[in-house]
């Protein structure tokens, strides 16, 4: 019992001491908890610290364990790269530079090879600066990047990454770096206006040296002149965008934008091209970059702009604006200094010019001129005063004018006082003095005498000689034969008269009967002018003054003088002032040849000779206008071969070659106006026409007069050329447009079919019984008198005014109708208006419809040589050809053509070659072909030509000549025909 006693009581003490134990334990372990709960405290408060010390200090911490796993972070880091702690704590930084981290770098692969390498081989990073690009949860920024080892504590054997926030300093280095840059081409800038003083080459430079510093990333110029016009412009770096701005500026463009560079100071930016230049040439290549421009200004003119592309960072920059400015006005300067330039060198050169051309007219004037200084000592001479003294200009020079002999010996004294009162102050003096020529005779000449003034004195006097020797002969003539003169002058041709001092006729002889219908006695005591329009009257008072008040001869001047009738008839007029003193009424005497009917003919010659060029302009426009229309008509042809019947489209082409048809006619009806080809008259029915007219009509004539048409849908079929039709309406319905241009009215045209029975055929022997079409051109315009509706249809007869009208239009209008076997009518009323009806005769025969079946065309299978030098039609001709069965070779070259025949002459059964071509025309190539190959059988086509004819063709071995452009049916008829004839020949001579 006593050991069980024992044993119990000390488990009980083991006990007590086990549950001491615990308690000690459960206090040791609440101590220690709130010690840890302390220290993670602490720790966070420490972290709090560090994070905000980095953040503030713009720095960012992986801290990487053993393992390359991010052990740590700091919140900078998720700032910099857009990734969260969360996302990055517990990975591999290896992994997460390769798939995730390396993507935000300009340079992902050179990041990644640094970074990487370091970890390998546990090496240090130092300075390697790293590009952020901008994306989701990041910013653009340049880092910092530094990386080392840890050595020591928990990380040991791991890595402590930082990247510090360099991004300002980037910013501001860029930002000097490209202010340098600026300052630079400013620099090179002001050495280029010190040196270049050419325009052009001055803004072309400048945008050159702009762009190759670097400083922008393309530039352009443009000049205007004081009135805000565009002149001159040059771009470097814009390209081929550039091309339609010139365009744009020469327009006054763009709207806008122009008056805001021209008128606003400073420099403008442009950020968004998309919105701020809509419709502008060069929004394109302002889309990722901007850009800034500003005005040329230089003392307050604006000579132009420049415009410059710069990286979207510096587009606001004070600093950059400002330089930008310095270039403006620097160009602007050397703008300013290259037109005073101009302007001087243009001065110069005007005043070189205008010395050179006084210098020249005094050499070359039909008059002696003596110029000498206020001692009479001679300073220069010109050529006919030296022929007509017979003395040499070097030995007139530096003598004394009145110690040389020239003058008459009774009027040495004359001269003296002439040349005193030009020294007294006298502007202008006129003197009659005798000078000896070299054989010893003396001439008469009116000296007129002018001081040359300079600042005020009179350095040098010019004497202009003007030799009346011949005048004074013929006064002293008329004094001493005045009835021989008379009975000449009564039997003379030409109109002989004499004025008096008062302008008065006092003399003319009987001439005036024949030519302006006066007897001579009703024209003495009139003044000439009473002869005349009233638009000459000062011409002719002009005239004879200068006759009368300046002693002036005059030859052979044309004057419009009226006839009786109040006809213009035209003369030329000589005249010349008489000085008698026993007559002193007598002021002059002249002559009127009458050349009204030379002038006539040399009216109607110009006019022949205009409607020559107009037939050779006419022949070169239908060559190339046929050329066109066969690739239209061709093609078209094609395309209509080819579309299902029941498709729409076949309708269009049809039109298109409805159209094609009628170019082609009216080609040839210019050709026919011009005698250069032949009219085409066919059945058809004109309402078309009329109606295709009419709406030409409407687009040419103000809306205020109106239109109305009257057209019955089947008038009937006349035999006619379309392109004469539409001429006759299109000259009818212009007249009475014009009629009504002034107040305006209603146009009225009608198209019917009418029977000519016994009682109108009477009043108009014309029209023959029986069924006609009938236009009738109705106006409410201003109307004719009796007078003039009977003369309409005169050639050249027109009432416009001047310059208005040739006179043609209803005459040629006449004489389409009369030729189509019809007839016209007019009626007319002043002032309500005029009415013309024009009859064509109707005809029983079906009309001639355009269309052309592939199943009527005549097929074959044999070998063309097809040649044209325009690649279309060959190709056309080619194409055209296949479809009918043939086999077809083209050449663009008849050289090359006349090569390939030569190879094998019996390749081919036919050659089809076009007449106008450049090194060997047509018909030298046929020729050339028939020499190898006589019976080589040749289709010669031509738009136009005068050099070839259809017999001179036959003569040469040409089988055919046709004229372009060719539907399809007939050239598959022409070529059929050809080789059909060509085997029955061939027949022939075999049997």
Known sequence: MRDSGETRESLQRELTLARKRIAELEASEVEIKKELRGLQKSDKIYRSLAEDAFFSSKVGIFVLDPNFKIAWVSHSIGKYFGLSPKEILGKDKRKLIKEQIKDIFEDPEAFASKVLHTYDNNTYVENFECHVLPGPGREERWLEHWSEPIEKGVFAGGRIETYVDITERKRIERRMGYLNKILRAIWRVNQLVTRERHMGLLIKKACKLLMETGAYNNVWIALFDQG????????AGVGAEFNAMVELLKRGGPKGCREEMLTKSGVQIITNSSLECKGCPLAKIYKDKGAMRVRLEYRGRTYGLIAASAPREFLHDADAKTLLEEVGGDIAFAVHSIELEEKRKAAEKARQATEARYRLLYEIAGEPIFTYDKNLILTDVNRVACEKIGIEKDKLIGRNILELGLLHPDDTQKAMDHIKKLLEGASIETEKLRFKRK????LIAEVTATPIIEQGKLVAITNVCHDVTERESLTAALKKSEEKFRLLSENAPDIVFSLGKDGLITYVNSSTRQTLGFEPEELIGLYPTELCEERDRKFLIRLFKRVSEGKETLHNVGVTLLDKKGKERYFLLSCSPVERAESE??????????????????????????MEAIGTLAGGIAHDFNNILSAIMGYAELALIDTPHDSPIKDNLQQVLNASSRARDLVRQILTFSRRGEQRRVPISIVPIIKEGLKLLRASLPSFIEIRQKIEPDPGIVEADPTQIHQVLMNLCTNAGQAMMEKGGLLEVTLEKVKIDNELSATNPDLRLGPYVRLTVRDTGHGMERDIMERIFDPYFTTKREGEGTGLGLAVVHGIVKN??????VKSTPGKGTTFEVYFPVVDVPMKSAQATDQLMPKGHEYILFIDDEQPI???????????????VTKTSSVEALELFKADPTRFDLVITDMTMPNMTGDMLATKLLKIRPDIPIILCTGFSTRITEQRAKEMGIQRLVMKPLS???????VRGVLDEQKKSKLRVFL
């Open 228 to 235: 805000g016009r565009f002149y001159s412009a040059s771009e």
């Open 439 to 442: 054989d010893g005779s003396y």
């Open 585 to 610: 009424d007598l002021a002059a005497v002249g002559m009127l040849k009458d050349t009204t009917e030379q002038r006539d003919l040399e009216a109607q010659l110009r006019h022949a000779q205009k």
């Open 820 to 825: 189509h076997g019809g007839a016209i009518k």
């Open 874 to 888: 060959a190709e056309l001709g080619r194409l055209m050809l296949e479809k009918l069965g043939y086999k077809v």
């Open 968 to 974: 399809m049916k007939q050239l598959a008829e022409v």
